[in-house]
């Protein structure tokens, strides 16, 4: 099965600077990666995603880059706001052999700490 | 457009008891999925849902069982409970197989 691996696993960096989160996967059928934030109390949110034939995406302060050669993908956060403190969640989604065989499996976390 | 819906936000059960957590998803999404959050464990897959019928499993015990109903929302079942069991239980829903994944608020279970 697929395995995510996420670093670091603590990142602190002065409100404005950018913020880089790095993850490597198993499987090279993997198709989806998205990105999670999570803060106190809640639940995972979608904060972007990428797919296995798109190199980077771009979405205001946030980018996901991806390289299935090396088979790792990249969270950067630039001009970072207090507010991007949370813990933030890489995932790959497997390829099943047959339809609807897919689950997401999660990196173990990175908690971000803006520092102001 | 309403989110995912998890019922109840927080439970207590003693060991060996059973529970019931219950999950709406977004109106029109036909896939659930359950998750167990855990400090140690992080993010572990339990199953998926879609159309009634459960489509993938994760590696859990056989007391963890799931159900999804014709209106799409889907409940989960935990029996025998352990202390072990303690964690946030979360619901995502998709739209299917091209979707991404939204996650409810989850469910905190302590078991004592």
């Known amino acids: 099965g697929e395995n995510v691996e996420q670093h670091p696993s603590t990142l602190s960096v002065q409100e404005g600077d950018s913020a880089v989160i790095k993850c490597t996967y198993s499987?090279?059928?993997?198709?989806?990666f998205p990105w999670y934030k999570q803060e106190l109390g809640k639940g995972p949110q979608l904060i972007i995603d990428?797919?296995?034939?798109?190199g980077e995406k771009k979405d205001q302060r946030i980018a996901v880059t991806l390289n299935k050669t090396a088979k790792h993908f990249s969270l950067h956060i630039t001009e970072t706001q207090p507010e991007d403190s949370a813990v933030y969640f890489c995932a790959a989604r497997e390829r099943g052999s047959s339809f609807g065989n897919e689950k997401l499996t999660f990196g173990t976390g990175t908690r971000l700490t803006i520092i102001p | 457009k309403a989110g995912v819906t998890q019922t109840p936000r927080y439970l207590i059960k003693t060991r060996g008891q059973q529970v019931t957590l219950s999950c709406s998803p977004i109106?029109?999404?036909?896939?659930v999925s359950w998750y167990q959050q855990t400090p140690g464990q992080g993010l572990q897959f339990l199953f998926e849902y879609f159309s009634e019928t459960q489509r993938n499993k994760g590696n859990f015990p056989g007391r963890f069982s799931g159900r999804q109903f014709s209106n799409s929302r889907s409940e989960m079942n935990v029996s025998t409970l352990e202390l072990g069991d303690s964690a946030l239980y979360l619901c995502?829903?998709?739209?299917?197989?091209?979707?991404?994944?939204?996650f409810g608020s989850g469910t905190r279970l302590t078991v004592v």
């Open positions: 995502a829903s998709s739209p299917g197989e091209f979707g991404g994944y939204t």
């Open positions: 109106s029109g999404h036909r896939s």
């Open positions: 990428i797919r296995s034939n798109v």
């Open positions: 499987d090279s059928a993997s198709n989806y």
